[in-house]
């Protein structure tokens, strides 16, 4: 056998071989998708007017804060919508002071004058528009964040048909009520300072104000402490509107155990937050600082000293919610609120019942294949048979290397590769039938067959190439598992049909004088 053969069949071999050992096991080393799994799907809508509305409430916060520091005194600044709100009561002797301080909150909103002292305030077309992008891509990856720490295989988490839709696949999830309660909540983490309380209602908040509750200051249910072995009871705390920290200071969370060997939540600032944190403790040394979680008051300790960058939530936790908490904290807190339009779950032996009938639609396609060849094109048949059996092997590792996921439309994307690998081996096998019958040797027809048809194998690849590349930039997730196992098995098909085949076919001519080709 000529040393330029062997290393043909070495290099055949090697290709197989690394293909092999990709794939191989396929049920630790084969990644599968939701349809094949099992697991659940979720499609759910981001309330984007909600981040508006928080954005409008923060701005109109700050200005009110900004003006009492500068001592410029308003009736009254009222939300009106998402996108508004209006500053009435000017006085008019402060009026021009009063634009003077409007720089910050003009850049993202227009001013309009309303009646008498008042004015109007509208968040911008060009803002909204964008504010409402960056909200659902901030959805999007805070939900990744946290699909990711639950540990779920292969999560597939992407925008869908709507703008303000999110599609969230999770593979191998069983305990969906878990994972929605994880994905949806919005652990927005504040820390404000508490004026008074806790107070047992909210009418005895109010009364503690004269009922005249100062537009700077809220009321908020929390926690109030009990002894260790006794049930935490609810009340009600005034707190400053405006926090000092919030979720975004924070640079991690931990489950650990407070002081009773309860369950708690220790966290650390950022740099930016533990400044800020640092200066309004050790300005407020004796007060109450209210730790707030999704606008519930969780602890409201009393500051002992300057805190910088550590603190610890507590409260009647299970080590379960500790853990959850912390993930939610960690991956950040969802800029709105999520609804659910739509939850499909997928049973494993529905996914497993797909998987057996994809791989016997698979092998009963290959075996018709198979039976065509050899009633149509004989011995030669089987060499048909050999590559789309290699091009099949190269596909699975390939995926398996790429990280790809195996779905049912991936699957139809093996059985129409099985198909491409008939087509090109057809145009081979007529080919070199071609040049047989222009009473060429049987090596000279075979070499030429195969140089004259590599341009149409090319052309023809290329063609499905550019169909596939467009199935995958415009489909939806399945198409693009089917686009994804398309490309990589026509790619491998160029290779097993092209110098598979043809090494096939020398390997079987060497150091013979065959006059007759069963073909």
């Known amino acids: 056998m000529a040393k330029n053969l062997r290393l043909k069949l070495l290099l055949i071999l090697g290709v197989v071989g690394l293909a092999v050992f990709a ?41 009110a804060e900004l003006l009492k520091s500068k001592n410029v005194p308003v009736g009254a600044i009222t939300v009106d919508s998402p996108t508004s709100f209006t500053v009435s009561g000017v006085p008019a002797d402060k009026d021009a002071e009063f634009r003077n301080n409007l720089i910050e909150v003009e850049t993202n909103y227009e001013r309009g004058s309303g009646s008498g002292n008042a004015y109007t305030f509208s968040l911008r077309p060009n803002i909204v528009v964008q504010l409402r992008e960056d909200t659902v891509n901030q959805a999007l990856q805070t939900i990744e964040r946290r699909v990711n720490e639950l540990g779920v295989a292969e999560p597939v988490i992407a925008r869908h048909t709507a703008a303000d839709q999110i599609m969230v696949q999770l593979p191998g999830v069983t305990d969906v009520a878990h994972a929605k309660d994880i994905i949806r909540s919005t652990s927005l983490l504040e820390l404000k300072q508490v004026e008074q309380g806790p107070f047992s209602d909210e009418a ?3 009364a503690a ?9 809220e009321i908020l249910p929390g926690t109030i402490e009990a002894a260790p072995g006794q049930p935490a009871g609810t009340g009600f705390y005034v707190a400053r509107r405006v926090p000092v920290v919030t979720g975004r200071d924070l640079r991690n969370a931990r489950p650990t155990l407070d002081e009773n060997n309860r369950p708690a939540v220790s966290f650390s600032l950022n740099q930016d937050g533990a400044r800020k944190f640092g200066t309004f403790t050790q300005a407020n040394i004796g007060r109450q600082l209210g730790i707030v979680l999704d606008k519930r008051i969780q602890s409201a300790p009393v500051i002992q000293s300057r805190i910088d960058d550590e603190g610890r939530i507590t409260g009647n936790f299970t080590n379960q919610e500790a853990q959850d908490l912390s993930l939610k904290l960690r991956s950040g807190a969802l800029p709105a609120d999520l609804t659910y339009l739509e939850e499909r779950t997928v049973g494993p032996s529905l996914g497993a019942d797909s998987i057996r009938a994809g791989v016997m639609s698979a092998a009963g396609g290959l ?5 065509f060849m050899l009633f149509y094109y004989k011995a030669a048949g089987i060499n048909a048979l050999v590559s789309i059996v ?3 092997i190269i596909l699975m590792g390939l ?67 550019i169909s596939a590349a467009l199935l995958f930039n415009f489909g939806t997730s399945a ?8 490309t990589i098995g026509l790619l491998a098909n160029v290779f097993t049909a092209y110098f598979v085949s043809r090494t096939m076919f020398e390997a079987t001519l060497a150091g013979r004088n065959v006059q007759k080709l069963s073909i």
């Open 23 to 63: 794939f191989y096991p396929p049920q630790q080393k084969v990644k599968l998708g939701l349809d094949l799994k099992g697991g659940v799907q979720l499609v759910l809508r981001v309330q984007t007017d909600d981040a508006l509305k928080l954005e409008t409430q923060t701005t109109a916060d700050r200005l």
């Open 204 to 206: 005895a908040a109010r």
């Open 209 to 217: 104000f004269a009922n005249n509750i100062p537009p700077d200051l």
């Open 367 to 371: 075996m018709l294949v198979t039976l």
């Open 390 to 392: 290699v091009n099949l």
């Open 399 to 465: 995926m398996a290397y790429a990280g790809a996921t195996m779905t049912l439309p991936g699957i139809a994307g093996f059985i129409l590769t099985i198909g491409m690998g008939v087509d090109s081996n057809v145009l081979i096998f007529e080919r070199i039938k071609e040049e047989l019958a222009t009473a060429k040797g049987v090596k000279q027809a075979v070499s030429a067959g195969f140089d004259r048809v590599l341009l149409t194998i090319l052309d023809t690849h290329v063609a499905s190439l």
């Open 479 to 486: 198409i693009r598992g089917f686009a994804l196992t398309l």
